[in-house]
């Protein structure tokens, strides 16, 4: 089946550092990339959808300028923590999906804990 | 605001009984439904897809559609404690914006 791929699986950066967050789908092009934060016992929250080639569609009360994402190729989408404060110490999770296709792929996940 | 709602459990049954899930939706557009695995920490995994009303069945897993009713469940037959997890519905929302919408899951516990 399709494979999505995240790096790093955890990260721990200090207070006030950027720390990118990289998506691979590694076996299909990945037209849409979607971004979710998941707090404990919480569910995923989609943060951003994202198109290769155009800008990303944030959702409501997530701050583009903190949360930079790219999708410069159809395999490739990232995610940029900026200026991290331990609140933004989550699981973060991408998932991907492929041309008109309606299965969605999720990558393995990131633990971002900010220090 | 579209909205997925689950029961958010914990749901407990024996080893080898039948787990039900249920999951309601608010978008009566939405086409497409999902269910999703997650174990403590980890990422979800997919388990079922259903598109069309009725029942769908892979292994011991079956995911039913009423669209009627905006309603979806998974059964769990012969549950095993590795089936131990929290279950996420998902919809995949109408129009043009192609997103999952998921609900807040369900804690399931299989006791040996």
């Known amino acids: 089946g399709a494979v999505v791929s995240q790096h790093p699986s955890r990260v721990i950066c200090k207070s006030g550092t950027s720390v990118k967050i990289e998506c691979r789908s590694l076996?299909?092009?990945?037209?849409?990339m979607f971004w979710y934060r998941q707090f404990p016992k919480q569910s995923l929250m989609l943060m951003a959808t994202?198109?290769?080639?155009?800008?990303?569609?944030?959702e409501q009360g997530v701050e583009k300028d903190k949360f930079l994402i790219n999708h410069a190729s159809l395999t490739l989408s990232t995610l940029t923590v900026t200026s991290a404060h331990p609140e933004d110490s989550s699981f973060y999770i991408c998932?991907?999906?492929?041309?008109?296709?309606?299965?969605?792929?999720f990558g393995e996940g990131s633990w971002l804990t900010v220090v | 605001q579209k909205e997925v709602e689950q029961n958010s459990g914990p749901l407990s049954v024996p080893e080898g009984a039948i787990a039900s899930l249920n999951c309601t939706y608010s978008?009566?557009?939405?086409?497409?439904f999902f269910w999703y695995r997650q174990y403590s920490g980890k990422s979800p995994e997919l388990i079922m897809f259903?598109?069309?009303?009725g029942d769908k069945e892979d292994g011991r897993f079956t995911a039913q559609l009423n669209k009627a009713s905006q309603y979806v469940s998974l059964l769990i037959r012969d549950s095993q404690p590795s089936d131990s997890a929290t279950y996420l519905c998902?919809?995949?929302?109408?129009?043009?914006?192609?997103?999952?919408?998921f609900g807040s899951g369900t804690q399931l516990t299989v006791l040996p």
């Open positions: 994202s198109n290769e080639g155009s800008k990303a569609t944030y």
């Open positions: 259903i598109y069309s009303n």
């Open positions: 076996d299909f092009q990945a037209t849409t």
């Open positions: 998902a919809v995949f929302s109408s129009g043009s914006a192609r997103q999952l919408t």
């Open positions: 978008d009566r557009g939405s086409q497409s």
């Open positions: 998932s991907a999906t492929q041309g008109t296709g309606n299965t969605i792929y």
